[in-house]
């Protein structure tokens, strides 16, 4: 089969044709299928709180390449919308209005878990939201510039909020004990048998809209 071939899923590249053996066995060992929407939803917010600086990639306006920085995340609204203070005299903001399609990126380095969430971004530069979740910390970001108008502080015209509305997310978190993940390991190199050690989870744009849903008949 060549790489411009469709294989059996209906993928585009593929450089080996196994039969009717699955060529990626570690997402068919390590998929999740079986926990509820909520769970999947919530342990993902865990743990991306838990890990508060994430990768967010955008694409370039002049280039068209990605480029990713690193964020700090604010708060949460929705549910599983993210948001993030920047400054808008910086490059993300005129790449975010060229094209507001953006990936959050989150990883572990202790356990190697990881999160990819990609949504649609806005900025919102309205006082009353830049106020809503500021801290002090923000100036040592954007600097006061000493005109009494671009100060660093909440009413500073450059300091805003980026709300990525999430889209579609694939997590990964570690399955029992740090033990028994090195046994499920062990046992793959000497036998060829996929290790069972991650819960990969994905979460579809209908799944995340669901959540939402059900956040706001709570609220």
């Not at 100060?151 to 999430?166: E, F, M, Q, S």
Request: glycine share 8%; net charge negative.
């Amino acid at each position: 089969m060549s790489s411009t071939q469709e294989n059996r899923a209906g993928e585009i590249y593929s450089t080996a044709d196994t039969g009717d053996k699955p060529a990626d066995p570690y997402k068919k060992v390590n998929l999740d299928k079986d926990t509820s929407i909520k769970e999947k939803v919530e342990d993902l917010i865990t743990f991306v709180e838990g890990v508060k600086f994430g990768m967010m990639t955008t694409r370039q306006s002049q280039s068209g390449l990605l480029v990713s920085r690193c964020m700090s995340l604010t708060a949460r609204e929705n549910g599983i919308d993210f948001l993030f203070y920047t400054n808008t005299e910086t490059g993300k903001t005129d790449e975010l209005h060229s094209d507001p399609h953006v990936n959050l990126g989150f990883l572990k380095n202790s356990t190697g878990e990881w999160a990819s969430i990609s949504g649609i971004a806005t900025v919102d530069n309205d006082r009353e939201k830049v106020r809503q979740y500021y801290t002090p910390a923000l100036k040592a970001w954007v600097g006061d510039l000493g005109d009494k108008i671009h100060d660093g502080g909440p009413d500073d015209p450059r300091l805003a909020v980026i709300k990525v509305h999430a889209k579609t997310a694939t997590y990964a978190l570690q399955k029992g004990t740090a033990l028994s993940r090195g046994l499920e390991i062990a046992k793959g190199t000497i036998t060829g048998n996929t290790a069972n050690t991650n819960k990969l989870r994905e979460l579809t744009e209908e799944e995340l809209q669901t959540f939402r849903n059900s956040q706001q008949l709570i609220s």
